[in-house]
């Protein structure tokens, strides 16, 4: 799901260089994680973080509307 408040959507289309690491299995550690990389990583980790927030703050705010209605 894509936060619409982000200036830029999560580019999904990456496609893996000649060095970069391809085929990988679940478990395997991975040696060398290029700058590019980490920064998709670390956009996605931002993304689900204020997901999580959003929909805490939507719950709070029902769960609130459900105690002045009862």
């Known amino acids: 799901m ?5 200036q830029e ?4 289309s990456f496609s893996p260089g000649p ?3 391809v085929h990988i299995k679940k478990g395997e550690l991975i040696a060398e ?3 590019n990389t ?4 670390d956009l996605i980790y931002k993304q689900a973080f204020e997901e999580t927030r ?5 719950l709070k705010g029902l769960q609130d509307c459900g105690t002045r209605t009862s």
């Open 2 to 6: 894509f936060i619409s408040n982000l």
């Open 9 to 12: 959507p999560l580019d999904l």
């Open 19 to 21: 060095t970069d690491p």
């Open 33 to 35: 994680i290029d700058e």
């Open 38 to 41: 980490i920064a998709k990583l």
């Open 54 to 58: 959003l929909a805490e703050e939507k």
